[in-house]
Every structure is written in structure tokens, then in C-alpha cells.
């Protein structure tokens, strides 16, 4: 296939397809695949929704690399000296940030409470204020976009630097990636339009009135940049012969460790990073409207996909093993 029927095939296909904006893959190394549609070039960021949450993990795993975090069995409060813990609740002390990681944190809430937290002073806080419960630490899988800010608010404590200044530092100047600016508290509004919007975006990640950067969301990259960092969890954690994170970070944070549901397409999930099948070198961090980094280690190759917010889209991965791997081979 080539760009004119990826593009075909993209705009008169079954739908599914029609709000992807770029596609970038890098095969054995090298650049394979660059697409671009919707008045996307090459270098435009999109916003790629709970990617995010994958790159926390990265930067969660540089921080254990260099002694900021003593490991992921750490406990939550040890990095939070003065938070005061509310009144009854024990359940807190317990929470590790393997919790947080695998997404496991007990937290005292049915759904989301996405008005108290994003109208709050202090997103970390208000997500700290809502970990933990009379439940205990039951193991079960609860998927929590606001309850990953706590790990935003954990680079910062135990490095000293902004979440954003760490990322900036450790991780996307050491790949190539155009530094990435604070997109700043907005209004309500600001924040939906900040979700929804189609257009070509410049780099930036949200942040909450204290500065602090959306874990759980909020941060914009080309398909160039996912699939470089694709590309540097496929060489085990190296770039262009940079250590950019250790190895036994990465091999534990795409490890296969807990069987999803359905609703999460019967994958396996490790650190914020989920792996579609077992023992076939492919794991991938996934984000609403089908935005993705997709890793084969079998086939060598890392690809990024950037689309704009469609409901019920979840992951590229048919469309990528079906349509994009041929085009590099």
C-alpha cells in the first residue's frame, strides 16, 4: 500500500479510521513511514489523551534510575511528609506507588470526580484526598485517570524540579523532542476545548493552578515523538546510543502483570503500559481516540498515531498490524 491507499483507506473505510492525523514508524532503527492528513505536518502535536499516563510511568521509572524514587514499592505518603491524612482513613498508609502504577490504588469514589479535582488549587492533593477507603487494598483493577495525578505530584517531591522541567530534562531533550511548555490553569471551557479540539497543536502539557502537569492526560506530541519513544522502550530503554532509562525499567514496566476485562479488549496491563497479547514482543500505550505508541520487538519496529477525541475509539492495534507493519516491510 502506499500513501495514496493508506490515505483511501483512512478517509473511505469503515469510519474508525477517520480522525487519525499522523502516523509515524520507525523499522530497524531508521525512519519507515511518515503520514500526515487534516492539515497536520510532521512536526504539529495532538493532544494524545492517556498516552500521558504512559510517559509518567517512563518518568517515574528515570526517577528510580537516578535515586530520586528508592523503587515502585515505596509508599505513597513517605513522599508526601505533610499531607494530613483525614481523620479514620488507614487504608492511605499502605498505598504503594506499584498501586498507582498498576493502577490498583483504592480510592473513596464510584466514578470520577472530575468537577472536585479540576476545580481544586491543588490537583495532587485533592487526588491524595481521595486515596485509600474502608475497602483496604484489594488487588482489584480501577482505572483512575485523576488518581495518577499523585505521581505527578511525586516526581516533584522527591526531585525538586517540576514534573515538567524533569520530563523535559531526562527524557524529551535526550530524544529530539521540541521542549514542551506549560499550557496553564484555563476556565472550564479551556479545559473542553483543550480535550475536543482538531487542530494542530503546539507542544504543551495541562497543568493545574500550581504548575503541576495532568498525569492522567494533557500532554500533546507528534507521531514522530511517540514513536520515537517507541522506538527507545524497543531498544530497551536506549537512544541513538543514549541511556535514556535502564533496562530493568522498561522490561517492568511492559511487563504483562494483571488480565483485563473486555472493556479494555482482554489485554494484560504492567506499569501504565498495556501488552495485547502475551509473549509476542508487543506492548503499547494506548489513549482515547485511538491515539497510541505501538512497540514490536519481534518485528523491530515502534510506531506513534495521533487522531483527534472520537468516542468508542480505543486502540490502532488491527488497524496498525493489519495496514502499517506491511508498509515498512
Known amino acids: 500500500m502506499n500513501d495514496k491507499g493508506l490515505r483511501e483507506l483512512i478517509e473511505n473505510g469503515r469510519g474508525n479510521e477517520s480522525n487519525i492525523c499522523q502516523i509515524y514508524a520507525f523499522k530497524d532503527g531508521e525512519p519507515a513511514l511518515s503520514f500526515c492528513r487534516s492539515g497536520f505536518k510532521e512536526d504539529d502535536a495532538m493532544h494524545v489523551m492517556s498516552v500521558t499516563k504512559g510517559i509518567m510511568a517512563l518518568l517515574e521509572g528515570i526517577a528510580e ?31 504503594t506507588l506499584k498501586h498507582l502504577l498498576t493502577m490498583t490504588a483504592p480510592y473513596k469514589y464510584r466514578s470520577e470526580p472530575w468537577t472536585k479535582i479540576c476545580t481544586s488549587d491543588d490537583w495532587t ?10 475497602s483496604g487494598i484489594t488487588g482489584e483493577f480501577k482505572y483512575a485517570t485523576l488518581g495518577i495525578q499523585i505521581l505527578s505530584g511525586v516526581i516533584e517531591k522527591a526531585s525538586g524540579m517540576t514534573c515538567l522541567e524533569f520530563a523535559n530534562k531526562y527524557l524529551f531533550k535526550p530524544l529530539g ?14 479545559q473542553f476545548d483543550y480535550l475536543m479540539n482538531k487542530a494542530p497543536r503546539k507542544h504543551e502539557w495541562y497543568t493545574d493552578p500550581q504548575g503541576t502537569v495532568t498525569a492522567g492526560w494533557g500532554l500533546t506530541l507528534s507521531a514522530r515523538d511517540m514513536a520515537g519513544i517507541g522506538q527507545m522502550v524497543l531498544s530497551g530503554g536506549e537512544y541513538e546510543g543514549k541511556r535514556i532509562i535502564s533496562e530493568a525499567r522498561i522490561n517492568e514496566i511492559t511487563s504483562p502483570m494483571q488480565k483485563l476485562p473486555k472493556t479494555f479488549g482482554n489485554m ?9 497479547r502475551k509473549g509476542d514482543g508487543v506492548c503499547a500505550a494506548i489513549g482515547d481516540g485511538g491515539n497510541m505508541i505501538y512497540v514490536n520487538r519481534d518485528k523491530n519496529i ?3 498515531v495521533t487522531g483527534t477525541f472520537k468516542p468508542r475509539i480505543f486502540d490502532r492495534l488491527e ?11
Open 65 to 95: 534510575d537516578n535515586g530520586f524514587i528508592s523503587g515502585a514499592d515505596c509508599k505513597v505518603l513517605d513522599l508526601f511528609p505533610d499531607y494530613t491524612v483525614k481523620r479514620c482513613e488507614k487504608t492511605i498508609y499502605d498505598v
Open 125 to 134: 492533593k485533592a487526588a491524595l484526598d481521595l486515596l485509600g477507603g474502608r
Open 177 to 190: 523532542i521540541q521542549e514542551i511548555s506549560s499550557h496553564g490553569d484555563s476556565s472550564k471551557e479551556d
Open 268 to 276: 494484560y496491563y504492567g506499569y501504565l503500559w498495556y501488552t495485547p
Open 302 to 304: 515502534s510506531v506513534g
Open 319 to 329: 488497524f496498525i498490524e493489519k495496514n502499517i507493519i506491511p508498509m515498512t516491510d
